[in-house]
């Protein structure tokens, strides 16, 4: 079963019906990290690292319940394990590795098969890959979680895809340790019939109107820069406002911590500090923040 935060009226009913299974998994985003008690998860699986520390352990925090025992995982890269010693000194949260499982089945040629009989399938590996990448380039924690590091081509072959898509992150880069498939993926078709003759429909009339344009001249005109500026307001905005109603418990004061601590991890790491320097350093900050805290408190 699968919850996220634009379900609204649909998320409650889910909840209910998946805590009265007797087993299951529940693909989840951070909507379900905190507050929610659902007995006797045995795993609880982190996908996409968070940008919050804290946000870790309240995920890790949904398994584990009222005395009972439990596993949190987290699926990280290489060149992420500094993220370790991240939560180990600023969560007091250490971790183990776990080593590769032996004899795993490879689901790929599988996977591969279904997105070639199915474009549901196809679009939702392409998407799923796009979001992905995004989630690198955005990401508030960039000293760790950088995407100039990530092997797209590996990536790729991850997802199952058929063929790279077209996205910014992407534009200029060649990738030789990808091939992707002979076929046309235009002709992959939808199993759902109703959808196929949707896409057929629109196929056609941008068919149509390609031949109308056909000897055209198109004239772009560039938009004013306060227009331009204007729609960036809005957008932040909009996207403020979805926070909101969201309930996204990562304050910018918390992200601000996060990248501080970091920054004094990379530079122990370097040498250009101490153990003892790093230690003084990040307990001032923390009692700056308690007593900013208090000092709000006090002043009512």
């Not at 896409?199 to 009339?205: A, T, V």
């Not at 390609?210 to 000897?215: A, D, K, T, Y």
């Not at 009692?287 to 709000?296: L, S, Y």
Request: hydrophobic share 35%.
């Amino acid at each position: 079963m699968s919850i996220h935060g634009k379900m609204k009226h649909k998320r409650n009913k889910i909840f209910t019906e998946f805590r009265k299974l007797p087993g299951g998994i529940l693909v989840c985003t951070d909507v379900m990290a905190r507050g929610i008690d659902i007995p006797e998860v045995h795993w609880v699986l982190q996908y996409d690292p968070p940008s919050s520390a804290s946000a870790f352990v309240h995920r890790c925090g949904r398994t584990a319940r009222i005395g009972n025992v439990g596993s949190a995982l987290v699926f990280l890269l290489p060149m992420e394990e500094s993220y370790i010693n991240f939560l180990s000194i600023n969560q007091k949260c250490p971790m183990q590795e776990m080593k590769p499982q032996a004899n795993v089945l490879d689901l790929l040629p599988k996977l591969k098969s279904m997105a070639l009989a199915d474009r549901a399938v196809f679009e939702k590996g392409m998407k799923a890959f796009v979001s992905y990448v995004q989630a690198y380039a955005k990401h508030e924690c960039n000293l760790i979680f950088r995407i100039k590091d990530l092997d797209f081509a590996s990536l790729a072959r991850g997802f199952a895809l058929l063929k790279m898509p077209k996205m910014p992150e992407l534009r200029g880069k060649c990738f030789p340790d990808f091939t992707p498939v002979t076929v046309n993926t235009d002709s992959i078709s939808f199993k759902d019939k109703n959808r196929e003759k949707q896409r057929q429909k629109k196929l056609e009339e941008q068919r149509k109107e390609r031949e109308e344009n056909q000897g055209k001249k198109k004239f772009v005109k560039n938009k004013a820069w306060s227009k331009q500026k204007a729609k960036r307001e809005k957008k932040k905005k909009v996207t403020a406002k979805r926070k909101r109603e969201e309930g996204s418990d990562i304050e910018d004061e918390d992200m601000e911590e996060l990248l501080n601590d970091t920054r004094l991890l990379k530079r122990l790491k370097k040498g250009k500090i101490s153990e003892e320097e790093f230690e003084k350093k990040l307990t001032g900050n923390q009692r700056f923040k308690a007593e900013t805290v208090e000092d709000v408190e006090s002043d009512g």
